[in-house]
T-cell receptor
Framework: EPEVTQTPSHQVTQMGQEVILRCVPI?????FYWYRQILGQKVEFLVS????????KSEIFDDQFSVERPDGSNFTLKIRSTKLEDSAMYFC?????????????FGPGTRLLVL | DAKTTQPNSMESNEEEPVHLPCNHS???????IHWYRQLPSQGPEYVIH???SNVNNRMASLAIAEDRKSSTLILHRATLRDAAVYYC?????????????FGKGTKLTVNP
């Protein structure tokens, strides 16, 4: 069964450094998402992406964040200057337009630790 | 986003049915009821969704009250692998918003 993959599984970085989290969505999907989950808290929506542009973003997704689909398979989340509070699990998801976008398929996540 | 209310936790024994309730008294006519679950240290996973009629799939059944103000996710025979946090989420099909709004969900413990 097709699945969303994410790399790396774990990332440790120093405060102020840039990080890029990578995702490979399911191949025929056209809607892409990033969510995050701070340890012990709810899963929070960050951004959705369709047709090479952001379709929706949350208040969390400020100027320090950006997303890109650099080629036909990857979808990336960049944090320009990481803060301690960016430490969280980051989940990528994708959905299939032919399915009415009802179901989002999530990857296993990248655990980001900012020191 | 319309609010849902779920118990914080529930317990079940292996191979017994589990009924996970969700209240959504302010649901609108265009809201779909979605259930996702999150196994320990994994990303959320779609379980099932419905609008008005009860729904069945290979994972679970969804029973929707006639007034749509509540629903119940039914796991017919719980296994240890079903231990997870279960989220009941409303999605407005006509609203145009893509995001899933997760609450705290119900943490299901399955006892062997």
């Amino acid at each position: 069964e097709p699945e969303v993959t994410q790399t790396p599984s774990h990332q440790v970085t120093q405060m102020g450094q840039e990080v890029i989290l990578r995702c490979v969505p399911i191949s025929n999907h056209l809607y892409f998402y990033w969510y995050r989950q701070i340890l012990g808290q709810k899963v929070e929506f960050l951004v959705s992406f369709y047709n090479n542009e952001i379709s929706e973003k949350s208040e969390i997704f400020d100027d320090q964040f950006s997303v890109e689909r650099p080629d036909g398979s990857n979808f990336t989340l960049k944090i320009r200057s990481t803060k301690l509070e960016d430490s969280a699990m980051y989940f990528c998801a994708s959905s299939d337009p032919s399915g009415g976008r009802e179901t989002q398929y999530f990857g296993p996540g990248t655990r980001l630790l900012v020191l | 986003d319309a609010k849902t209310t779920q118990p914080n936790s529930m317990e079940s024994n292996e191979e017994e049915p589990v009924h996970l309730p969700c209240n959504h008294s302010t649901i609108s006519g265009t809201d779909y009821i979605h259930w996702y679950r999150q196994l320990p240290s994994q990303g959320p996973e779609y379980v099932i969704h419905g609008l008005t009629s009860n729904v069945n799939n290979r994972m679970a059944s969804l029973a929707i009250a006639e007034d749509r103000k509540s629903s119940t996710l039914i796991l017919h025979r719980a296994t240890l692998r079903d231990a997870a946090v279960y989220y009941c989420i409303l999605r407005d099909r006509q609203g145009g918003s893509e995001k899933l709004v997760f609450g705290k969900g119900t943490k299901l413990t399955v006892n062997p």
